[in-house]
C-alpha cells in the first residue's frame, strides 16, 4: 500500500479531508459541544481474526456509545488508524465502508484523522456531538429513591457481535434521567461509579441476562454498551428497572444482602 | 501503576473528567469550528531515548501547529495514550506536565481522553478550535503571482528539539495569506501539496536553513512545523520570502530551472 492509495480510501468516506484541521459548522449556542475519543486496539479490544467490517463499527460504536449516555447527537467523527504490518487494501476499505455506514445511520460524517503505522493496529476514534444546553446527561445527578434502569439484558461481551449505540434512548432520557452512562466496564464497577459521582449507594434487585450469559459476566465483564440510567421514580421511562437508589454508603451496591466488590474490566490488562 | 493511579494523574490536568463525554462551550456563532488530530508514536515519532517531556511537548505542538496553520485559536484538547510496558509513573507525570504546560501557554486546556495499553507507546492528541467564520487560512487560495513564505529557516527535523507551534502569525496572517500550510513532510512536497489544491505552481527562489541544515533535509525531511503561506504581493507580512506563484502546472515546483520531486516524509516508512 502506498500513502496515495490509502489517502485515496480515505477521500472516499471522508468529507473536506485536504487542510490542516477539518472546518466545520460548531453546535448551536443552545447547545453544549460534547467530546469524547477511544481508542480500539489489537489484542486488547479485537484480535486479528475478526473481520475488518466488525472492527470499524465496534470502533466507532464504542465512541456513539459514549454519546448516547450524555443525551447527545453525534455531528462529527475524526478517524485515525495506525496500520499494522498485517493490514491490506481491502482490510482497509472493509474498515472504513463499516465505520462510514454506522455513522451514516446517525447523521454524523467522518471529518478527518490521521494515518500513521504501529507494530500492532491501533484506531483512535473522536467524536463531537451537542446536547441541549444544561442538559447532557451526567453521572452525578442520581438521588435517593431513584429507579435504577438498563437499556437490555446484560452479559453481552462473549456474546453480542454487534454493539448498537443507544442514541435513540439517550436522547429520550433528557429531563427525565437524574443519572447515566453506558457499561463498558461491568455493571459492579460501573453502577459503583455512578454511586461515586452522585454520592449515593445502590441496591441492586435483578440482573438481565442475555441468553446464554452468566451473572458473572453481567457483573464483571463489561463491553456491554448499554445505557444505565437513574429515574425519579414518578417519572415513566423504556427499560429495564433493575434496583433503586440508596443514601449511601457513597459507591456501595448491595446485592442479596452483601455488597458488591467494585471489580471489572481493568483498561491496563490484556484481554482477548 | 493502577487504573486508579493513572486516572489520579490525568485528573490532576484535565478539568471536568468523570462523564462519557466532556461537556464544553462551543465556538460562536460568528466561528467555524476547528478539528485536528494527530499521533505521536513510540519508533515512528520519537524513540524511547526522548525525556517525556519532550513527547509530551511534541505530541501536542504537532496538534496545535495545524491549529496555527488555519489562523485559528485552540480551546480544547483530547490527550489519549496507550501506555507500552516500559511506561511508569514518573514518565506519565512528565508526559502530561509537558503537555499541559504548552496548552496552558494558549488557552487551551485538556478536557478529555482515553487511556489503554499497547506494545509500543501510542499518543492520539486532537484538538478543537475556533476560526473566524469563513476566514479559516486553507490550501487552495494561492494565485499566480502571489508571494511565497515560510515563517523560519527550515531543515530542523534532526537539529530542533522543540517545536513551536507558529499560533500568533498564523492570527496575523487571516485575511491577509491567500493559502497557509504546516511543513510537515518537507518544502518540497508541502509546496507541491500546496499548488495541487490551489491549481497553481510555485518557483522557488531560495531556501533559507538552519545552521547546521542542509539543503536536501530542508526540501525533503520534514518535521519542521514551520507555516509555509501565499500572500498577494502588495500585502506586508511577516517571515522569510521563498519565492512566487506560478500559473502551474499544478503541483510542479521549480527550482533553479528544474522541477523539484514531489518527495518527502511518508506516512507509512519506518524512521526513528
Given amino acids: 500500500m502506498t500513502e496515495e492509495s490509502i489517502l485515496a480510501n480515505v477521500r472516499r468516506y471522508a468529507r473536506g479531508i485536504g487542510d490542516d484541521c477539518a472546518v466545520l459548522k460548531p453546535p448551536t449556542a443552545k447547545q453544549d459541544m460534547l467530546l ?60 472504513y465502508s463499516a465505520a462510514n455506514d454506522l455513522l451514516q445511520t446517525t447523521k454524523a460524517w467522518i471529518a478527518g484523522g490521521d494515518i500513521s503505522h504501529a507494530r500492532q493496529l491501533v484506531v483512535s476514534i473522536t ?40 442514541l435513540d434512548l439517550g436522547r429520550k432520557l433528557v429531563g427525565k434521567a437524574s443519572a447515566c452512562m453506558d457499561i463498558t466496564d461491568g455493571l459492579a464497577l460501573d453502577l459503583h461509579k ?21 451473572l458473572d459476566q453481567a457483573l464483571y465483564d463489561g463491553e456491554d454498551y448499554e445505557l444505565l440510567y437513574a429515574v425519579p421514580s414518578a417519572v415513566r421511562v423504556p427499560g429495564i428497572r433493575i434496583g433503586v437508589i440508596t443514601s449511601g454508603p457513597a459507591g456501595v451496591v448491595n446485592y442479596e444482602g452483601k455488597p458488591l466488590e467494585p471489580k471489572g474490566y481493568d483498561h491496563l490488562l490484556h484481554r482477548s
Fill in 194 to 214: 455512578l454511586g461515586l459521582m452522585s454520592n449515593v449507594g445502590a441496591a441492586l434487585e435483578e440482573v438481565p441476562l442475555l441468553p446464554g450469559a452468566t
Fill in 36 to 95: 469524547t475519543t477511544d481508542f480500539t486496539i489489537e489484542d486488547v479490544h479485537f484480535t486479528r481474526d475478526w473481520s475488518a467490517e466488525r472492527v470499524g463499527h465496534k470502533a466507532v460504536a464504542r465512541s456513539l456509545s459514549d454519546i448516547a449516555a450524555m443525551g447527545g447527537r453525534p455531528l462529527y467523527c475524526l478517524v485515525s488508524i495506525a496500520l499494522a504490518p498485517w493490514v491490506d487494501q481491502t482490510w482497509l476499505n472493509g474498515f
Fill in 127 to 166: 467524536i463531537c456531538g451537542a446536547a441541549l444546553k444544561g442538559k447532557a446527561l451526567l453521572r452525578s445527578g442520581a438521588r435517593q429513591g431513584d429507579l435504577i434502569y438498563v437499556s437490555a439484558p446484560l452479559g453481552g461481551w462473549k456474546i453480542k457481535t454487534v454493539i448498537e449505540p443507544r
